[in-house]
């Protein structure tokens, strides 16, 4: 049976509604790995400790509110007033390598949310979409692979469109693998999406040759 020391989940850097805190608890609760662990919440640090060491998970989720709480409306603003220009990294570009370095996982969830959330605002799914096709496929992964491949059954066809281009701007083999399996209908979106499969087959044929 796992023990809690305390319930005060404030510290100076998030301050915990009692929704959260019961949230938070919850999640502790259901976390077998605890199992007869000790939870010790210390609140000059803001850290949560196990008796064996500091619960990730905990301190992923509480980075994650955190985003939402403090960066979202940034990054909205951000995205409907900066231009996306090859070479040239934005205010939105330099945020998120920010949070990438502070914490990658918590940065994935947070964007995912926002970027399921705003599903029925092309606008904001566009600049989601340019602003993780920037950003190295390994890193992003697995949540910018899968809100591109959201983007590729919208209605929307500038957001399929959106979409194409980041697996183009990552290029790898399994953006090819997921390029020729998309359907799209406009004639358009087809010759550019045969465009983008053909050009990255070539890529990789001529550096299989030169390897």
Not at 136 to 146: A, F
Request: aromatic share 8%.
């Amino acid at each position: 049976m796992k023990k809690f020391d305390k319930s005060i989940f404030d510290t100076g850097e998030i301050d915990f509604s009692e929704e959260e805190i019961g949230f938070l608890i919850n999640q502790l609760s259901l976390d077998t790995s605890l199992k007869d662990e000790i939870i010790t919440i210390d609140p000059k640090t803001d850290l949560i400790f196990t008796s064996s060491d500091i619960n990730e998970n905990i301190i992923n989720k509480k980075r994650a509110i955190k985003l939402e709480k403090e960066f979202t409306h940034k990054l909205l603003h951000f995205l409907r007033e900066d231009e996306f220009e090859y070479g040239f990294k934005n205010r939105a570009d330099l945020l998120i390598k920010e949070q990438m370095h502070i914490n990658n996982l918590a940065t994935k969830e947070w964007l995912n949310k926002l970027y399921v959330s705003n599903f029925n605002n092309p606008d904001i799914l566009i600049g989601i979409l340019r602003l993780i096709s920037r950003q190295n496929v390994d890193e992003i992964s697995p949540e910018g692979k899968t809100m591109a491949i959201g983007a590729l059954s919208h209605k929307n066809p500038e957001v399929q469109e959106c979409g194409i281009r980041v697996f183009e701007s990552w290029g790898t083999l399994d953006s090819l693998k997921i390029l020729e399996n998309v359907e799209v209908h406009s004639h358009w979106l087809k010759d550019y999406l045969s465009k983008v499969i053909g050009n990255i087959q070539t890529e990789h044929a001529h550096f299989s040759k030169k390897n």
